[in-house]
């Protein structure tokens, strides 16, 4: 009975190849190795760096995500202070429109009947 891979597995075995071909390719020739074991140890002494940094300041990197949150928190606030305005505002236009509209129409009617002859005369 022949068995048959999913297409994930197949995929996963696949890539799991090539890296193992990569890796034993890196690893066979000595100044890629002496490069990969350089580049690993500056990662290392980065991230060392970085866990020192954060301990040492974690007390105003708490301070300053917490004003930035703050400030966050205003600027949300004064937009939707700033978008209700707005709304009203377009609320106010729309509905002046429509008076000024139906004025204009009203007017207008008046307007032609003055210009029609009168029928009493």
């Known amino acids: 009975m022949k068995k048959s ?3 994930g597995s197949c995929t ?14 890196v690893l066979s020739k000595k100044e ?17 760096e970085a ?9 105003e990197i708490i301070e300053q995500a917490k004003e930035t ?6 600027i949300v606030s004064d937009l939707s202070a700033d978008i209700k305005r707005l709304t009203d505002t ?3 236009i ?5 008076e000024a509209i139906e004025s204009a129409k009203e007017a207008a ?6 210009k029609k002859p009168h029928l009493d005369e």
């Not at 949150?69 to 205003?74: F, L, Q, T």
């Open 5 to 7: 891979c999913s297409k």
């Open 12 to 25: 996963s075995l696949v890539l799991g190849g090539i890296a193992v071909i990569g890796i034993a390719a």
């Open 32 to 48: 890629w190795r002496d490069q990969v074991c350089q580049e690993v140890k500056n990662v290392k002494d980065s991230t060392a």
């Open 51 to 59: 866990f020192v940094f954060i301990r040492d300041n974690r007390e």
């Open 69 to 74: 949150a703050n400030e966050v928190s205003i």
């Open 90 to 92: 377009a609320n106010h």
């Open 94 to 98: 729309r509905l002046s429109s429509r």
């Open 109 to 114: 009617f008046e307007v032609k009947q003055l």
